[in-house]
């Protein structure tokens, strides 16, 4: 089982959408997944231009020559696709939507009828049947991650894939101090890799499990506090 997983942070591997995703990708290996992990910060990936030449003159194929092409074998090659960000602007880093935008090479051009809804088919070469979601946000609330549960529900219907649930931590930033001040967070971490496990050998992730990972870490009164003393008025 192949999986690739998309981190869009632009802290990379640094950032607390790094860390959640290493206990994932723990879990994951753990269920014998091949896992692979790009960063799409710091890839060569040009804006898409719009011209649709990938579905008239160069069929499957962008015009521009650089990261994303390797990035496109990549998704065509997984089995499921993950793809990761921290809440940025109530919705994806510019970074992964960017590399997003130029994954239409995989979609034909013309339009089919799927569950009564136009949609783009997807090219043969293209498997990834499953797509999940990690992010992790500043915020408490997990309302905070709808808008992008929504998009990124809606581009799974149109990459034909199946969306097959959200790995959401609302305030990671808290997950090390809580640690470091000998607070009890093993089981979130035990959680997150859990998750990552159930998703390969399940294709999905358990209720349960992702609410074990997004639990109350400390009551939302100290949270603003914490802030308070981090940022206070600058
Ligand atoms: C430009 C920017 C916009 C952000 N927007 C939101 C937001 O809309 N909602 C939210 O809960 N957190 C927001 N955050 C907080 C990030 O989601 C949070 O800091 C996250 O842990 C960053 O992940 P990273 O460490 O992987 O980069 C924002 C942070 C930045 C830098």
Redesign the pocket.
Known sequence: MKVLVI?G????D???????LSHFIEGMKEAKADVDIIYSKGLDIGDCRGCFNCWTNTPGKCIQDDDMTEVLAKMADSDILVLA???????M?GSLKSLLDRSIPLLHGRFELRNDHCRHPRRAYAKAEKLALV???????MD??DPLIVHVKALSKNMGCEFVGSLLR????MLDPAQEQGAHVSDIIEAIKQAGYELVSEGTMKEETLAAVAREIIPRDEVIKRMQGYFGDK
């Not at 960000?85 to 919705?91: E, L, S, W």
Request: aromatic share 16%.
């Open positions: 981190n942070s632009p802290r990379k640094r950032g607390h959408t790094g860390g959640i960000t921290p809440v940025y602007v109530d919705g880093t992010s992790v946000s500043g915020f408490t609330e905070n991650f609302p305030y990671a930033w």
